[in-house]
């Protein structure tokens, strides 16, 4: 059994001592914090991670930044991108943007190249990544307009939403071939992994009809060799369908959502990445022994599991906590292959 702990940003500062805000403001504390974070998972956490990365993380403002949004940075939190949609108008009138000349996107690129002069300056033979972390259409046009407006278009504007939908096809489309063609050298990716948090909050109807289609033509395009998702729970109601009908090959259950939900519809299917909560591991390890065991016991009969936090250890996780349950699920692990 696979024991992938992903320690994200936040936890990172927060063991760290460091100000998040100055985390996603200030490359030299980004570049810092990563190399720090990730070298204590490496000396310390012993999980079944296989990389190194570190990247450009300017936090969830993608689609703010592509649409001209106001960007909110905060003090001791993540930066937000303000709404641009806020009535049928504002959809109609939204343009899909050209990556080439997009001012968003020539400003990751400017602080790309910061965070890679950094990083050579300072011996870090490591190649620094990046990526345009645009969503699908879903889950873009929440960040652009909040949940609430389109959950209640979708019911009372489909046609609306359909137009809004088919516009943030196009975009994401064009985001990914010049992400291709600019970030990764014009090499054409073969595997496709979509964010598609807010696809948990809409029904199975609801999402075979209005958001299947848009994220299937995103697969079929991009996802040759693999299909992967991440999205916040609960998902319970639609694994069957990611399962049999998106046909994903792995996917990060999100951390609401129960293990023996996924495990009964995706088994010999999906590999299936998760089974444990944020919250599971605040406390002491014996706090967090019951549901490590319970992940373990529906998780690992019949293969194709995969422990793991969804979504990542976020800020509030105990890193001790965190050290001895991958050290338990690693014991029962070599144990039952023993048995």
Not at 239 to 260: C, K, P, V
Request: glycine share 8%.
């Amino acid at each position: 059994m696979p024991v992938d702990f992903i320690v994200t940003e936040s936890f990172c500062c927060k063991m760290l001592g460091v100000n998040i805000s100055h985390y996603y403001q200030d490359r030299e504390v980004s570049l810092e914090v990563q190399i720090a974070g990730q070298q204590w998972a490496w000396e310390h956490l012993n999980d079944d991670r296989t990389e190194f990365a570190l990247y450009l993380d300017v936090g969830p403002i993608f689609e703010g930044l592509l649409f001209g949004a106001e960007i909110v940075r905060p003090d001791n939190t993540s930066p937000w991108a303000r709404h641009v949609i806020h009535t049928p108008a504002d959809v109609e009138k939204l343009e899909v943007p050209d990556p080439a000349t997009n001012p968003g996107v020539e400003w990751l690129l400017r602080e790309w190249e910061t965070i890679r002069d950094l990083a050579a300056r300072k011996g870090v033979d490591v190649p620094v990544g990046a990526w345009f972390s645009m969503h699908p259409p879903l889950s873009a046009a929440c960040a652009l307009a909040g949940s609430e407006l389109i959950y209640g278009w979708m019911y009372e504007e489909p046609q609306l939403i359909e137009r809004l939908f088919d516009k943030l096809l196009q975009t994401y489309l064009r985001v990914k071939q010049y992400e291709d063609e600019v970030i990764r050298g014009g090499r054409r990716r073969t595997t496709a992994y979509l964010s598609d948090d807010n696809s948990a909050f809409v029904s199975l109807d609801m999402y075979r009809r209005m958001v299947m289609p848009y994220n299937q033509v995103i697969y079929e395009r991009l996802g040759k060799d693999g299909r992967y998702l991440h999205a916040d729970g609960p998902n319970d109601h639609l694994f069957a369908l990611y399962a049999d009908e998106l046909n994903l090959t792995e996917m990060d259950i999100g951390g609401f959502s129960d293990i023996a939900a996924a495990k009964r519809v995706m088994v010999g299917k999906t590999v299936i990445w998760g089974g444990l909560n944020c919250k599971d591991l605040y406390g002491d390890f014996e706090t967090a022994r019951p549901a490590i065991e319970r992940a373990i016991t529906i998780g690992v009969p019949g293969g194709g599991y995969i422990l793991a936090i969804s979504g990542g250890a976020y800020a509030g996780v105990n890193p001790d906590t965190l050290v001895k349950a991958v050290d338990y699920a690693q014991q029962i692990s070599r144990q039952n292959e023993r048995s």
